[in-house]
């Protein structure tokens, strides 16, 4: 005689559906793991360069400063600015 929850107590059908959802979840973590690296890589040029372009415009306001003019040290910095990064003055 045997039991009609038999099937359920043994658990063969969880057995092969549990492997599924772990490997699904494996699949998926990965999936993420990827992500984050790619947009860890985007965030590292992103801040590059803007260190790159502050150390340009230090350069840029260096060199003006050395020359000793002050109004031609204001109109470089405005137009290296508005060139720059597109904004209207």
């Known amino acids: 005689m045997r039991c009609t929850n ?3 107590v ?3 059908e ?9 490997e699904t979840a494996l699949e998926e973590a990965e999936n993420e793991r990827s992500r984050l690296s790619d947009e860890a890589t985007k965030l590292r040029h ?3 360069n803007a260190v790159n372009e ?3 415009a230090l350069h840029l306001v260096r060199s ?3 020359e000793g003019d002050d109004e031609e040290v204001g109109h470089f910095v ?12």
């Open 78 to 89: 405005r137009s290296y600015i508005q060139n720059r990064w597109k904004i209207s003055g």
């Open 10 to 12: 043994e658990g063969p």
């Open 14 to 22: 969880v057995l092969g559906k549990g492997q599924n959802f772990l």
């Open 64 to 66: 003006c400063v050395s």
């Open 54 to 56: 502050a150390q340009s």
């Open 6 to 8: 038999a099937a359920v």
């Open 46 to 48: 992103l801040v590059l």
